[in-house]
């Protein structure tokens, strides 16, 4: 079997940032603190799989190639043996099916190409584990099954100790690199539960105060109307009511705002110049960065135009920049950047503020988290929604006294 190793190794990192991040990524394949194949790239960074282990791998091939039946039926094997893994499956036609997508799957770890959808499919693979309630501690014993399998057939090789030695360490990283994408895929699972069941009672309650809320409005009116009809002093109650008004105004705009975060949010992409969208927000917030001594940077780079519903994303970038500057005060800088190429659309938005203690910044997209005295805790989670509609994601990098960075990217389609 030959392969061609210019397609075999296609990947390239650099369109994308490297270094060190931090943050919790909002998107509909992951939510693992970076846009998806930025992800991808610092995990190959973090266990060390680069093109030599690749090569390492391919050179295997032929070799481990007809031992993949023996590999299958050792990882079975150690699930059929404990008596929980042993209920995950519903039949023998599941299990043949199992097998053949894991002899698919050990193709694919010798031969790659290791590009955005060998990722995508090894994400598809950790949640079907979830779906078929494989637990995590099970997936990880079965795992090294293979690991030690396939290490001795590499110890068998009449090979060098030195080339062994780094077959060996090619077949562990890319096992470790497969074992981080799984376990983000259980960790996404959690993510999801933990944002549904708030959801849930937050539109529960909201709808259940929607009622008396209304009657206690009602109320209110004719208790102004009754006051008048009688020719009763009222200026010491006008303030009263102002205030009774004003608390059920905020009451009202709340359960508002929870029913539209439930529901899903509707998209309507176009293609739009990202220039004029720096303008419109330059144009929107100049008052209050003036008031507020704060210098604003904003600048685009690479292609003008970029896939979008402008005013779901002028809602985020509003959204964002009003954070910055609350965060900032006074006298600080904010700088806003969008990146277009043909591959998507980066927005990366940063501020010297006040920045995020260590653990906020995996909080923050959470229904109701907020830190101000005021604020509903439903911004930046209706962020996170526009973001999935675009099919997008959110990464957020923070320190604190450093200020924070939040990068946006939304997918560009083929025109």
């Known amino acids: 079997m030959t392969h061609d190793k210019e397609m075999r190794y296609p990947w390239n990192d650099a369109s994308w940032p490297t270094g060190s991040h931090h943050g919790r990524l909002h998107t509909p394949t992951t939510r693992a603190g970076l846009i998806p194949m930025q992800f991808f790239q610092e995990i190959r960074e973090y266990t060390g799989f680069g093109k030599s282990d690749e090569e390492e791998l391919f050179s295997l091939y032929e070799y481990i190639q007809p031992h993949f039946s023996e590999v299958v039926d050792s990882f079975y094997e150690a699930l059929w043996q404990n008596p929980r893994t042993r209920m995950v499956f519903s039949g023998p036609e599941q299990v043949e099916r199992l097998r053949r997508t894991l002899m698919s799957w050990l193709d694919h770890i010798f031969t790659g190409p290791f590009d955005e959808a060998y990722f995508k499919q090894r994400l598809m693979i950790g949640k079907v584990h979830v779906d078929v309630g494989l637990l995590p501690h099970f997936m990880f014993g079965a795992m090294n099954v293979v690991r030690s399998r396939l290490v001795g057939l590499v110890l068998d090789l009449d090979d060098s100790v030195e080339a062994r030695k780094l077959k060996i360490q090619a077949i562990n990283r890319i096992l470790d690199l497969e074992l981080t994408i799984m376990v983000q895929s259980y960790w996404d699972v959690m993510m999801d539960l933990k944002l549904q069941m708030p959801t849930a009672l937050a539109t529960g309650l909201a709808h259940e105060i929607r009622n008396p809320l209304n009657s206690l409005n009602l109320n209110v009116t004719l208790m102004e109307r009754r006051l008048r009809s009688i020719e009763a002093d009222t200026s010491g109650l006008d303030s009263v009511l102002e205030v009774m008004r004003s608390e059920i105004r905020r009451i009202r705009g709340l359960t508002s705002e929870i029913m539209d975060f439930a529901k899903p949010i509707m998209i309507s992409p176009t293609w739009h110049s990202s220039q004029t969208l720096i303008n419109d927000i330059k144009t929107m917030h100049a008052p209050t960065l003036e008031v507020y001594n704060i210098t604003f940077d904003a600048t685009t780079h690479g292609l003008d135009d970029m896939w979008c519903d402008v005013d779901r994303l002028t809602q985020i970038l509003v959204n964002l920049l009003t954070n910055s500057i609350e965060a900032i005060g006074e006298d600080g800088q904010i700088s806003l950047s969008i990146h277009n190429d043909m591959d998507g659309t980066r927005i990366l938005l940063s501020d010297d503020g006040e920045g995020m203690p260590p653990g906020m910044r995996y909080k923050i997209f959470d229904l109701f988290y907020t830190t101000k005295a005021a604020g ?30 939040f990068t946006i990217y939304l997918p560009r389609p083929v025109k």
């Open 376 to 405: 509903t805790g439903l911004g930046l989670p209706i962020v996170a929604k526009i973001v999935d509609a675009h099919d997008g994601a959110i990464d957020v990098v923070s320190h604190k006294d450093k200020g924070t960075q």
